[in-house]
């Protein structure tokens, strides 16, 4: 079992910059897509309202 979390934690050492870049964008993401979300629901646009208008046959 002490082999297996080595070696979990000797690449946890070698990916560490890599991880940190993905976790850092995964971040950026999530909270541009919350904000985003959150900002867009206050929004209460004016109903759209269709209007029947007379055919003119000839």
């Known amino acids: 079992m002490s082999?297996?979390?080595a070696r979990f934690s000797n690449w946890l050492r070698?990916?560490?910059e890599p991880?940190?870049?993905v976790?850092?964008?995964f971040v950026a993401?999530?909270?541009?897509f919350?904000?985003?979300y959150l900002l867009g629901r206050s929004d209460n646009p004016a109903p759209i309202?269709?209007?029947q208008?007379?055919?003119h046959s000839r």
């Open 19 to 21: 991880m940190i870049i």
């Open 49 to 51: 309202v269709i209007e």
């Open 34 to 36: 919350a904000l985003g």
């Open 14 to 16: 070698e990916k560490k």
């Open 53 to 55: 208008y007379a055919s």
């Open 29 to 32: 993401i999530t909270l541009s």
């Open 23 to 25: 976790i850092a964008v």
């Open 3 to 5: 082999i297996i979390i």
